[in-house]
């Protein structure tokens, strides 16, 4: 049976024009193997300066648009995003062996998807979204908590809490995503798919 693409690459690379095709794939192989959040992701970001940042944060949607995690917009990766849009992202399968580069462009999703999203959270995530000033320093861990309690007790039905204005998604348009998996003695197999300029993917086999 033959073990390779057209490319010479693994099957697993498959023949597909469209990297978001080959994305899903890949993730729902992910969410049957690894064992925690297959949806983590380092995201980087930097300042206007160009001082760098990564975190961990979730996806939580994409679709041919992008891909889309929610975060406090006042925090330092939201201050980060205002002033530069450019991002990656980087998922990485150790169950699989491989992992997906993502670089592009943020945008906030529109009103309507951040709300639809926060109302789908667990009530102490959302009363937690309203406490917590991500990012910034805490006199103690019971100021946290203090404020924990003061909106649990505002919004105190658990069917009525509204999204905070400084909190929603964002979603990044990608100009690049390229597909990794490991090979032997380090000499691993990437694929990388670019968006030209007619909006048309191409793709490229890049050295390990």
């Not at 970001?45 to 979730?58: A, F, N, Q, Y």
């Not at 995003?81 to 592009?104: D, Y």
């Not at 906030?108 to 709300?115: C, L, P, R, T, Y």
């Amino acid at each position: 049976m033959n073990q390779k693409n057209s490319l010479g690459l693994n099957k697993c690379f498959l023949d597909l024009d469209n990297p978001f095709e080959l994305f899903e794939i890949w993730f729902e192989e992910a969410k049957k193997k690894e064992i925690n959040d297959p949806n983590a992701l380092a995201l980087g970001t930097s300042t206007k300066d160009g001082i760098p940042s990564v975190r961990m944060v979730l996806l939580k949607g994409y679709d041919q648009n992008g891909f889309i995690f929610y975060t406090n917009l006042n925090s330092q990766k939201g201050y980060e995003l205002k002033e530069n849009p450019n991002a990656t992202m980087c998922f990485h399968w150790k169950s699989l062996l491989r992992q997906i580069r993502i670089v592009g462009t943020l945008r906030q999703v529109d009103d309507k998807i951040a709300d639809e999203y926060y109302n789908s959270r667990a009530y102490e995530s959302r009363i937690g979204a309203w406490a917590s000033k991500q990012s910034t320093i805490l006199k103690s861990r019971d100021e946290l908590l203090d404020t924990l309690s003061y909106f649990k007790k505002k919004y105190n039905d658990k069917d009525k809490v509204p999204r905070p204005n400084f909190w929603s998604g964002w979603n990044l348009k990608p100009s690049s995503i390229e597909f990794w998996l490991d090979g032997d003695n380090r000499i691993h197999e990437r694929l990388k798919y670019t968006l030209d300029e007619k909006n048309n993917w191409n793709k490229s086999l890049l050295s390990p």
